[in-house]
C-alpha cells in the first residue's frame, strides 16, 4: 500500500493502524524524484556571485555603498533593456500586474540598499549569515498572513534561526558587554532588516512567476536606484564629498565587476527556481555562508568567533531541514 502526502488534509493524517516501518517503507517509494542538478548548480552558481559582489562591496572602500549600488542599477536596466527588445517583451510588464511589480521594486530596491549597508558596515560571513536565514523568514510569514500549517518540525527550526541570529549578531546586552561602544549595532539592524526585506521580496515574488525576467530585474533595477539616492542623501554624512567618483582605472572595473556578478547572481537565481523547488534552490544558496566566511578569514583577515561559527551552523541547519521538510514529514509521518 503506498501512502501519498499530497493526498492528506494535515501532518498528522495517517491512519494509527499504520506501523512505523510500514510508514518507511511506503514513503521511500513515494519520494524517489530526482534532483534537477542543473537548477541546483545555477542555484550554487547564482549564490557565489551574490558573495563575490557583496565582498567587492565591502573592499572598495573609497567609494560609498549608494554609489556602486546606483551604478549597478543603471547598468542592469540597460541590459534588461537590451533582452526585453530581444525577446520582444514589455519592460512594463502584464497591465493587470504592474502594480505588483512595482511593490515588487520598492521591497527589492529597499532590501538591495540595506545588503550593501551591512556588507560595508559588519564582517562579510557574519552579514550573509544572517541574510540567508530568510527562507525560514519565509515559512512564518506564510504562517501568519497565508494560514499555512506549523507543526514542532517548523517550531523547532525557526527557534533555531533564532538562536542562530542571536550568535551571530551577539547583542551587547547578552554577548561582549565590555566592548558594547565598539558593537556596530546599525550594520546588525540593518542586516536583520534586509533579511525581512528580502524574506518579504521572495512571497511577492511568487505571485511575479509568470512575468518575463527581464520586466521584473529591470522594475527592481529602477527602484533600486531610486532608494540609493534617497538613502544616500538621508544617511550619508558628506554628501559632496561622497559624490567624488575615482578617477582610476583599477577601482572602476572592481565597480564594474560589482555590478556584473550582482545581474548574473540575479538571472542565475531567477532561471534556477524555473527548474527546481525554491526549497532546494535556498538550501544551495545557504551553503555559501561558508564561502563568505572563507573569503572574510583570507581576503580580510578578520577570523570569526567561535559564537559566529555556531551560529552559522545552526542557521544552514535551519535552511537545510526547511528545504527539505517535505522529504522529512514523508518518511516520518508521525511528526506532527
Known sequence: MKFSIENTT??????????????????????????????????????????????LVKAIQNVDPMILLAIRAVLQMLVMAVVAIKAS??????????????????????????????????PIGDATTIIFSSPVIVIALSFIFLKEPCGILRVVVMCALFAGVVFVAKPPFIFQIDRAESYNIIGYVFAILATLFTALNIVIMRKCSEIHYSAIIFTLSWWALVTAVFFFFVLSEKHQQNLRLPDDWYTWGRILLVAFTGLCGQVLVTKALKIEGAGKVSVTRSLDIILAYIVQIYFFGDQPSSTSIAGAFLIIVSVICMGFEKEIYGICDFIP
Open 89 to 122: 517583451k514589455s519592460l512594463y510588464g502584464p497591465k493587470g500586474q504592474r502594480l505588483l511589480m512595482h511593490f515588487q521594486g520598492i521591497v527589492g530596491g529597499a532590501t538591495l540598499s540595506l545588503l550593501y549597508y551591512s556588507f560595508r558596515m559588519l
Open 10 to 55: 494535515s501532518y498528522n493524517s495517517i491512519h494509527p493502524a499504520y506501523h512505523h516501518t510500514e510508514q518507511f517503507a511506503n514513503n521511500a517509494e513515494t519520494y524517489q524524484e530526482g534532483t534537477k542538478w542543473y537548477g541546483v548548480f545555477l542555484a550554487f552558481l547564482s549564490g557565489t556571485f551574490f558573495t563575490i559582489s557583496s565582498s
